[in-house]
């Protein structure tokens, strides 16, 4: 075998020895990333939960209802992250939900405008170019079925921050549909057959309860 040939047969001998260590590299970053996703979804599923409360109380009963489902998104957002971050090989220590201050519900609103504007221009689009360049496809699409599921989130709050100004809060929807499998969202006239990102069946959505009229 003359040299050309040994390298070649070396070469040969070589490249699935450094492919099969590549896909073995641990996707550190994004497994830190599933875990920060994590505590903030779950941080913002209890503290709308609070805000809920608090615009009932104030007689908002409406808003109440657009808090209490964005709630249930996001406590399946957190979910999501936790089995993705298990099928990775990490582990979720469930923790107390970080810090936030319940005010009026003007107030919470804008909190809530706050933290879904970060979520939707700077967290996921950072933890899903990560995942992608680390070849950690679950991941991946924890974070994309969030991120689509975020911008819903916050249009449908400057929408309620619009009504609030106005103090009416007529027109708003009192009814939410919620997928169970991805987190997003329905009013009662746009809900449609099938979820628009994982395809869930709209009888298995959170609330439905009949065809919308």
Known sequence: MNMKNIFRFILLLLVPVVFGQCSNTIPKKSLENLKT???IESTAAAKYAK???SALEEGFDTIAKLFEAVSKSESIHALNHGKALE???GTIIVSVPGSFEVKTTAENIQ???YSETYELQTMYPAFIRNSENEKAPDAAKSFTLAWNTEKKHLAFYQVAAAAILKGNETGLPFTWYVCPIC???YSPDS???SCDFCLTKQENFIGYTESPK
Request: proline share 0%; charged share 15%.
């Open 111 to 113: 909190s809530a405008i």
């Open 183 to 185: 987190g997003n969202m």
């Open 87 to 89: 099928k990775l090989g």
């Open 37 to 39: 996703a994590f505590d």
């Open 51 to 53: 805000f809920s409360q």
């Open 191 to 193: 809900v449609k057959g």
